[in-house]
DNA sequence: ATTGAGACCTGTCGGC
DNA sequence: TGCCGACAGGTCTCAA
């Protein structure tokens, strides 16, 4: 996308999880796209006007490349909700069957100011994130580590699957609290570290296997393995499930604590 | 400050 | 085979 003109969009259902804004496919419309990037799980498409298109996948989105002029032209899928004409001849369509997923246009400038994305925690992956930065966000905090791992503030794009995994690598308990990750001072405790590092493993290997959303029937270490043997050489523990503010957690009794 | 429940909406899967 | 309920990768808001 980077280089080429946004030459029409066209918006087949403009609501996802919130309504589009009025001037949605007027602020994309003739101009030309400056960069793509992320943060956290938002997709951010940034144009020569100075606006920046705001995408989420939600829990069923996504996004295909195919060759045409002219939005008219893709395979007509009845989730198809946005199709954008691009001037190097290609549509990228955006896909969401469960319409949980978002789109917006904001002024880049304003793109730290907004509700969400301005309040992020730091990039897994980086270099800012590590046992010091988690233990900091985590102390004095009377939530359990799975729920801090979950929020987005503390740090960004984890979801259910790999709070799962991480916290399996740390051999952490998703139900400890996250205040006994760090000293009455903030600093990191060794379980911090570990977690820490686990986080940065888990989203590599899963980058580096293809991340693919056909996430069943991959080799997770416990997520949706409920009853099967952990996965740890010499461990032999069961794999539970509990249920922790309406979503699944998967962990070990055993080598978890 | 923190938790839990419910909402958004559709598809898939397991059980009967 | 067909129907029906349970459940799903993510936010967001409201009540307690």
Known sequence: ?????????????????????????A???????????????YLLVSVASGDTLVMHLGMSGSVRIEPGADAGDSEADPHDHVVFALSNRRLVIFNDPRRFGLMDVVA?????????IGGLGPEPLSAEFDGYALARACAGRKITLKAALMDQR??????NIYVSEALHVAR???HRLASTIATPAGLPRASAHRLAAAIKLVLERAIARGASLTYRGS???VYDREGARCRRRGCG???????QAGRS????RECQR
């Open 237 to 243: 523990g069961i794999v539970r499930r509990r249920t």
């Open 172 to 174: 952490l308990s998703p």
């Open 1 to 25: 996308m980077v280089q080429a003109r946004i030459e029409s969009v066209l918006v087949r259902r403009p609501t996802l999880r919130t309504a589009f804004p009025p001037d949605f496919a």
């Open 219 to 221: 080799r997770f270490q």
């Open 27 to 41: 602020r994309l419309e003739g101009r030309t796209v400056t960069a793509v990037a992320r943060r956290a799980k």
């Open 108 to 116: 880049t400038v304003d793109l730290g100011n907004h509700p969400t």
């Open 154 to 159: 503390i740090v960004a794009g984890l979801g």
């Open 249 to 252: 957690t998967f962990y070990c």
